[in-house]
């Protein structure tokens, strides 16, 4: 059974510019959710889609973005990259979106903003 | 803001001795706690959770313990051994399936 998969798995962008990182959850699952994980933050709550749509949305600037597709695969933007969102990207789906579902997360997606 | 408090930051134990890691949280709508465990290179891996209406539960080593009115809880790794040295997140999720983490816990263990 295939594990979340995100792609790619590092990137390099230069300020200001933007990105797109791509999520494919667990066959099956219906919930994905993304998180931004740095040193000194810990794992930072982006925004969580069910069915195509944003159901949750964390504490973060509009330059965030997602969608989710119809075969539950979710994309995450990020516009106008600062310095600071180098970070590794994590996202994680689950079956249903009830609150006892486990979550599975990917390994991630490095981002490195120059 | 950080919705779930998580200490230590860092935690040195030796080899079969016992690593206590705690969490607080104050938002009453959460109803799930897991607990996650990452090793470098890795996204986070679901280790144990527990339900609000129970007082505690052990898999294996490890043992969660819930003090609903005092919103705590913590795990416990018994005979803890080099292989447990990863970090370590606690985490609350409400029912509509938002999920906070705590900052984390470095775990060593030293053989």
């Known amino acids: 059974k295939a594990g979340v998969t995100q792609t790619p798995r590092y990137l390099i962008k230069t300020r200001g510019q933007q990105v797109t990182l791509s999520c494919s959850p667990i066959s099956g699952h219906r919930s994905v959710s993304w998180y931004q994980q740095t040193p000194g933050q810990g794992l930072q709550f982006l925004f969580e889609?069910?069915?195509?749509?944003?159901?949750n949305k964390g504490n973060f600037p509009g330059r965030f973005s997602g969608r989710q597709f119809s075969n539950s695969r979710s994309e995450m933007n990020v516009s106008t990259l600062e310095l600071g969102d180098s970070a590794l990207y994590l996202c994680?789906?689950?079956?249903?979106?009830?609150?006892?579902?486990?979550?599975?997360f990917g390994s991630g997606t490095r981002l490195t903003v120059v | 803001q950080q919705q779930v408090k998580q200490s230590p930051q860092s935690l040195i134990v030796q080899k079969g001795g016992i690593s206590i890691i705690n969490c607080a949280y104050e938002n009453t709508a959460f109803d799930y706690f897991p607990w996650y465990q990452q090793f470098p290179g890795k996204g986070p891996a679901l280790l144990i959770a527990?339900?609000?209406?129970?007082s505690e539960k052990k898999e294996g080593r490890f043992t969660i313990s819930f003090n609903k009115s005092a919103k705590q809880f913590s795990l416990h790794i018994m005979d803890s051994q080099p292989g447990d040295s990863a970090t370590y997140f606690c985490a609350a999720k409400k029912r509509n399936n938002d999920m906070r983490f705590g900052a984390g816990t470095r775990l060593t263990v030293k053989p």
């Open positions: 994680a789906s689950s079956l249903v979106g009830q609150s006892t579902d486990g979550y599975t």
């Open positions: 527990i339900r609000p209406d129970v």
């Open positions: 889609y069910f069915s195509e749509t944003q159901r």
